[in-house]
């Protein structure tokens, strides 16, 4: 079974930066792809970003367009997040996730499969 693992998490001050990273545990290949979703208390999880393996092409929810870059490393089988000029309403456990099939950009989680444990981010204002 494939095991996704998430690291990087913290506080920061608003206007920081943070870089996320989840390494799975078996050969990501390109038939998958991998995203970054976020759950902040009393809200449901939110889609926050997606890249497709096969292509490197990338997705993002409007509210983090321009702060966050999801990227991809094929060798280390690692997605990362980096977040910069994080905000206050950025904080929340964020989860990293893959799914069979191309993805784009759809909000909802339907069809993610695998799932890491999930980093806390806080932010302070």
């Known amino acids: 079974q494939v095991q996704l693992v998430e690291s990087g998490g913290g506080l920061v001050q608003a206007g920081g930066s943070l870089r996320l990273s989840c390494t799975s545990s078996?050969?990501?290949?390109?038939?998958?792809?991998m995203g970054w979703f976020r759950q902040a208390p009393g809200k449901e999880r939110e889609f926050v970003s997606v890249?497709?393996?096969?292509?490197?092409?990338?997705y993002y929810v409007d509210s983090v367009k321009g702060r966050f870059t999801i990227s991809r490393d094929n060798v280390k089988n690692t997605v990362s997040l980096q977040m910069n000029s994080l905000k206050p309403e950025d904080t929340a456990v964020y989860y990293c996730?893959?799914?069979?099939?191309?993805?784009?950009?759809?909000?909802?989680?339907?069809?993610?499969?695998?799932w890491g444990q999930g980093t806390q981010v806080t932010v302070s204002s």
């Open positions: 996730a893959a799914k069979r099939g191309y993805s784009r950009g759809e909000n909802g989680s339907y069809g993610y499969d695998y």
């Open positions: 078996r050969r990501i290949f390109g038939n998958f792809c």
């Open positions: 890249i497709n393996w096969s292509d490197g092409t990338t």
